[in-house]
């Protein structure tokens, strides 16, 4: 089964400056999904970014992109201009395209942001 | 259009006892799966269904059924409940083509077994 690491349960961050949220992933597929999704005190589970493993462009949404590296297995999340709304668990997922295992979505462990104002 | 709902939003149960998570979707979605979160674990997959009347399971089935009877529901049940089984309990959702995209979640559902 893929593995998704997440090594940071914890970061802090200024309010308006940037931090970096890495993530990691075993896999012998060549074609997959990557995730970030994030979840506030409420619980609820907010898709934030995801990324196409075919595409090598970095996806990007507002303040939001990711860094690919596709050969390393690496997938983090960089936040720009910090707002005390960013404040919540955030998690690294990984689906299969194709194939049995490609309704299966694989969770890391989750990074606690913190916003300082 | 609701997206995905659960009910209910708290349940404490006795061990032993048995009880139905109820999940529905409105978005006609033919993937459906039921996650259960613990402190510092992530999401683990419990079961999942590609489309009515077909289910399987995922990493953490034990203790767990479901089925799929029409493609908008799919309830979690639990037959005997354990202190093992206290925690968060999510539903979700996607479509599956022509690519698979990303599941949409329910609200949550925190169980406690006593």
């Known amino acids: 089964a893929q593995t998704v690491t997440q090594s940071q349960p914890e970061m802090s961050v200024q309010e308006a400056e940037t931090v970096t949220l890495s993530c990691t992933y075993d896999?012998?597929?060549?074609?997959?999904?990557l995730f970030w999704y994030k979840q506030p005190p409420s619980r609820q589970m907010i898709l934030v970014i995801r990324q196409e493993a075919y595409k090598q462009q970095n996806a990007t949404e507002n303040r939001f992109s990711v860094n690919f590296q596709k050969a390393a297995k690496s997938f983090s999340l960089k936040i720009s201009d910090s707002q005390l709304g960013d404040a919540a668990m955030y998690f690294c997922?990984?689906?299969?395209?194709?194939?049995?295992?490609?309704?299966?979505?694989?969770f890391g462990s989750g990074t606690k942001l913190n916003v300082k104002p | 259009n609701a997206g995905v709902t659960q009910t209910p939003k708290f349940q404490v149960l006795k061990t032993g006892q048995s009880m139905t998570l109820q999940c529905a979707q409105d978005m006609n979605h033919e993937y459906m799966s039921w996650y259960r979160q613990d402190p510092g674990m992530g999401l683990r997959l419990i079961h999942y269904s590609v489309g009515a009347g077909i289910t399987d399971q995922g990493e953490v089935p034990n203790g767990y059924n479901v089925s799929r009877s029409t493609t908008e529901d799919f309830p979690l049940r639990l037959l005997s409940a354990a202190p093992s089984q206290t925690s968060v309990y999510f539903c979700?959702?996607?479509?599956?083509?022509?690519?698979?995209?990303?599941?949409?979640f329910g609200p949550g559902t925190r169980l406690t077994v006593l």
């Open positions: 896999t012998s597929e060549s074609d997959y999904y």
């Open positions: 997922a990984y689906r299969s395209a194709f194939g049995h295992n490609f309704n299966k979505f694989y």
């Open positions: 979700a959702s996607s479509y599956r083509d022509p690519r698979p995209d990303t599941q949409y």
